[in-house]
């Protein structure tokens, strides 16, 4: 049994896979957090809590309670009662006030685990996984709330979210609703955040806590460039392979917090959750809410075991549809090709070309709908611009179809251009608060999600076009932060709903293009990769990783993303040189090394790229293909970091039986007279034998290869890559 309770000392413990996480009901009926880690047999591990310790008096319900209830750790702090530390729930009641004290009134643990009503979450079959829902109550004010807690059989992986429900008789205001609280007994961590911008986006920052609060955050209506919603809290000793790794990740694509916090005594509080700024959620009687997940991972053997084990989770609990465990077409996408300046000529040459080649599917990036000719016009507007796409979009999916590719196409369907049929039409249908002069971002504005007939309407525009042709991909765009957030409808006390509400409503369509578009397979993007959340991969299976499609940029880029997200679901494209983002000339052959990493495809006019590099794409696609199941389905193992070392990246993936393993290495800066470097593998059999294939007489056993290590041949030049592929004796 993984979900137990001890009756006699009140504490639950949940054991998942080796990690174990313990709770305790203390007697006011406070739910506290007794231990988050490697397994251990005891469930009774009340001692940790030091109720018995100053600043405490001793007996039952005779504490000084100013100071208990500053010092407890609590599993969903309240506010209000004496706790200043980071509260999980604020609210506002029908008197004013805000204090909240939520108490253990009951809990039920079964098998499985419960989809949350209107929000993406991992999900797991009975005998996959055990829940735990305990109830707490505000006996004032009648709001319950339910902490749900899931534990995976064998997975190092603890989930978490929180359901309340107004049970009295006035409504309350919900002001922050946080999804979950740990505690750790001391501030020893550093704190590991995936930072960036719009073409660097997760970059890894790493600082050791110290006291007060240290916090990331997106107030965008995205998840964002700017912080992703992942932390991990790792020991100061911990690196890729050994040391304590606490990873945590919201599964939500909107705004969003996460903070840690060193008390007055040393220890650590980390809350994640929706982001409490501009947040407001009136609950009536009756009424309830839901927050979003926390996945949170253990590992007792560094950062790279945490990934892996997000990977595992991700690719198995989370990625649904047809392309769950498929591999997905290679794609050439005609952004970076053409940009706006493209007609059905245009995409059949370059169709032609590339079927030739061995791509298999032609993605028609943004321009092919209403009049756009630039990003000035059009969102909203989801039907055919003519005099580009000549002979319709029918004939002209026909015409790819006949070359043997598929047809993919892009959408923004969030956005609405004040050139735009749509907007003429529904001027009150853009976010705005009516009065003010609205904010422009890419000369466009956000249509309001929350309202069921502008997603209605949307939706059916996209539907036609869906249902005209033979369409099997999409790219879901979102290219534009959200600014003078409010609603033509919502009444005044729902207005701070709104961000919310929009995010609720982006789901929802979603799920609506997966039930009824099964088989189309659907990439999310946003500015390149500022929706890159595990909400997102709930909906699409792979998502544009970043608008930087630079190989050396993209080292760092796909590092950083690999933290919690696996490579399966990253966008990665081989594009022109000089590289449009950044400048630099690659080698075409390393830009389709880097790009292997992820889901392959090629972003640039194959028509015109030099003939040698044509020459070279079948040979590419052919080594993509030879690797991809492993890239999929494989071991990730991280060997070189080029956020510390910019000379030379390298990585692994190796397959779950161990049987092979691809080893990719690329040279950033050439260093003369330098000998060969010594790397050691990772991953492998220690006891089997391995060969590297162009060298099958060379036997090493697994040990050799990762204690040892391997030479790895200079390279003549910067930015050159290579591959060894090992298999096992
Ligand atoms: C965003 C995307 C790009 C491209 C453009 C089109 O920037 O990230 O890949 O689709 O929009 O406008």
């Known amino acids: 049994m993984s979900i137990s309770f001890n009756k006699q000392a009140q ?18 009926g406070y739910l506290a957090h007794l231990y988050f880690g490697k397994n251990i047999p005891d469930d009774d591990l009340t001692y ?18 100013g100071s208990f209830m500053d010092n407890l750790t609590f599993e969903y702090p309240c506010f209000g009662l004496g706790d200043y530390r980071e509260s999980c729930i604020n609210i506002l009641d029908a008197d004013g006030m805000s204090t909240v004290d939520f108490r253990y009134a009951s809990h039920k643990i079964y098998s499985g685990k419960p989809k949350l009503s209107g929000l993406p979450a991992t999900f797991a079959n009975n005998g996959e996984a055990e829940t735990i829902e305990i109830l707490m109550l505000d006996k004032h004010t009648g709001l319950e709330a339910t902490l749900i807690y899931t534990a995976f059989e064998n997975l190092d992986v603890i989930t978490r979210s929180v359901t309340f429900k107004n049970t009295g008789s006035r409504g309350v205001n919900l002001t922050k609703a946080l999804s979950a609280c740990v505690h750790f007994d001391h501030p020893d961590f550093d704190m590991i955040t995936l930072n960036g911008s719009w073409a660097r986006e997760r970059h890894i920052e790493r600082a050791r806590l110290h006291h007060g ?3 990331i955050d997106s107030i965008k209506g995205e998840s964002s460039h700017q912080n992703n919603p992942f932390v991990a809290l790792v020991s100061p000793n911990t690196d890729e392979d050994m040391g304590d790794a606490y990873g945590f990740n919201l599964v939500y694509s909107g ?25 407001n959620w009136l609950l009536e009687a009756g009424e309830e809410f839901v927050a979003p997940e926390v996945v949170m991972v253990y590992s007792d053997e560094g950062m790279g075991k945490m990934s892996r084990t997000f990977h595992d989770l991700y690719r198995e609990h989370l990625v649904r549809g047809e392309y769950k465990d498929k591999r997905r077409p290679i794609l050439i996408n005609n952004w970076e090709a053409t940009y706006f300046n493209f007609d059905t000529d245009k995409l059949i040459d370059i169709a032609k070309e590339a079927s030739k080649l061995g791509i298999e599917m032609l993605v028609m990036d943004d321009g092919w709908f209403g009049h756009r000719d630039s990003d000035n016009s059009s969102l909203g507007d989801w039907f055919v611009y003519e005099s580009k796409i000549k002979g319709g979009l029918k004939y002209l999916v026909d015409e790819v179809n006949k070359l043997g590719m598929k047809f993919g196409i892009w959408f ?14 529904h001027p009150d249908w853009a976010i705005q608060i009516k009065g003010r002069e609205l904010t422009q971002s890419r000369q466009q504005y956000v249509l309001d999600y929350s309202r069921k007939e502008v997603r209605d309407h949307i939706y059916s525009m996209m539907k036609k076009i869906l249902d005209s042709a033979n369409i099997e991909y999409i790219k879901w765009d979102m290219n534009r932060q959200l600014t003078e957030v409010g609603s033509t409808t919502l009444p005044a006390n729902r207005q701070r709903e709104l961000w919310h509400r929009y995010v609720l409503g982006v789901y929802d369509i979603m799920e609506r293009l997966q039930v009824d578009y099964p088989h189309i397979l659907l990439e999310n993007c946003s500015g390149g990769g ?25 080292l760092k880029i796909q590092h950083g993303t690999s933290m919690c997200y696996p490579c399966s679901a990253m966008g990665a494209h081989v594009s022109d040189c000089p590289n449009h983002t950044v400048g630099r000339n690659t080698p075409f052959k390393t830009r389709g090394h880097v790009a292997m990493v992820g889901t392959f495809g090629y972003e640039l006019d194959v028509t015109k790229i030099p003939q040698e590099d044509r020459d070279y794409i079948p040979y590419q696609i052919q080594e993509f293909n030879k690797y991809n199941s492993l890239v999929r389905t494989g071991d990730h193992y991280r060997i070189g970091n080029t956020f510390e070392n910019i000379e030379w990246d390298a990585w692994m993936f190796v397959a779950k039986d161990k049987s092979e393993a691809l080893f990719e290495f690329v040279q950033v800066l050439m260093r003369p007279n330098y000998t060969s470097r010594r790397l050691k593998l990772k991953g492998l059999d220690p006891n089997a ?21 391997i030479n790895v041949p200079t390279l003549w030049g910067d930015y050159q890559s290579a591959i060894l592929h090992f298999i096992k004796a």
Request: include cysteine; charge should be negative.
């Open 530 to 554: 500022a929706r890159f959340d595990p909400g997102m991969l709930y909906y699409s299976p792979q998502i544009w990783t970043s608008d930087d499609t630079d190989a050396i940029e993209r």
């Open 11 to 28: 504490t639950f413990k949940l054991c998942a896979k080796n990690t174990v996480y313990m709770m305790k009901i203390v007697d006011e």
């Open 689 to 709: 034998y391995y060969y590297e294939e162009s060298k099958p007489d060379i036997k090493l056993s697994g040990e050799a290869l990762m204690s040892a290590g």
């Open 48 to 65: 940790l809590l030091r109720l018995d310790e100053n600043p405490f008096t001793p007996a039952t319900n005779n504490r000084e309670r």
């Open 213 to 215: 609060k240290q916090s």
């Open 412 to 425: 923004e369907p969030e956005m609405i251009s004040p050139d735009s049929e749509l907007y003429k039409a």
């Open 255 to 279: 705004n969003f917090f996460a903070q840690t916090e060193v008390t007055q005594h040393k220890r650590t509080r980390f809350v994640m959750g929706i982001n409490h700024k501009d947040f």
